[in-house]
């Protein structure tokens, strides 16, 4: 298969799309920025990178209280989920304007999204400048995950949190199941 090769982008694929929630201090307004460059970094402790710009309005609030929370949209709140990568709470208060309804967090004060099915707490530990964007390595203090979309082996199953991918400028919904871990050693197959 012939290839085409191209000037350095970042290319990888498929990355999510969250939704991040953070605030201006205590009592201070939430606000809600979407997200694509996100990754899981570290399991012990439990590390999640996002790269923001350093002129949105969130990347002030995460910068000031060292706190926020990546909420996981499902595949029927695409609409919340592009407005708030879209609209800045600079100018609006994303909360009221998606309908989306703040839920307590436990550990830290930005509230996260009721209607998302993971709900992922960070304290920030570094911020990384990097260039375009600046790196904010959150470590992940509490999990809240609703239980409908759990299976009974209290694993995430994927086809109820119908979570969401983005492929510039396309939302992507999840396809089908490979198989398990672990598939190539029972198939007996050469690599
Ligand atoms: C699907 C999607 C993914 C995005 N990913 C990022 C990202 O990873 N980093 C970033 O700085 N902005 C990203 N944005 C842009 C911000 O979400 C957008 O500029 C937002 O309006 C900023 O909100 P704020 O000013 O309230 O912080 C993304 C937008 C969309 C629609």
Not at 1 to 9: D, G, N
Not at 51 to 75: C, D, M, Q, T, W
Not at 102 to 116: A, F, K, L, N, W
Request: glycine share 10%; hydrophobic share 40%.
């Amino acid at each position: 298969m012939a290839k085409v090769k191209k000037q350095p982008f970042t290319a990888l694929y498929p990355v999510p799309a969250v939704m991040v929630s953070c605030a201006d201090g205590a009592g201070g307004r939430p606000n809600i920025i979407t997200l694509a460059w996100v990754g899981t970094l570290c399991s012990e402790p439990p590390i999640i990178g996002i790269g923001i710009r350093p002129h949105r309005y969130s990347h002030g609030l995460i910068k000031k209280s060292r706190e926020f929370v990546i909420n996981i949209p499902s595949a029927d709140q695409v609409k919340a989920l592009d407005y708030c990568g879209i609209y800045s709470g600079r100018d609006v208060d994303k909360f009221k304007a998606t309908g989306l309804t703040p839920q307590r967090s436990q550990m830290v004060t930005p509230p996260g999204i009721s209607e998302c099915p993971v709900n992922i707490e960070c304290k920030v530990k570094d911020i990384i400048s990097l260039g375009s964007h600046d790196l904010f390595l959150g470590e992940v203090v509490l999990v809240q995950v609703d239980e409908e979309i759990l299976t009974g082996r209290g694993r995430i199953d994927y086809i109820k949190a119908a979570p969401i991918a983005y492929n510039i400028p396309e939302y992507w919904g999840i396809g089908e199941l490979l198989g398990l871990h672990g598939l190539s050693r029972r198939s007996g197959d050469q690599l």
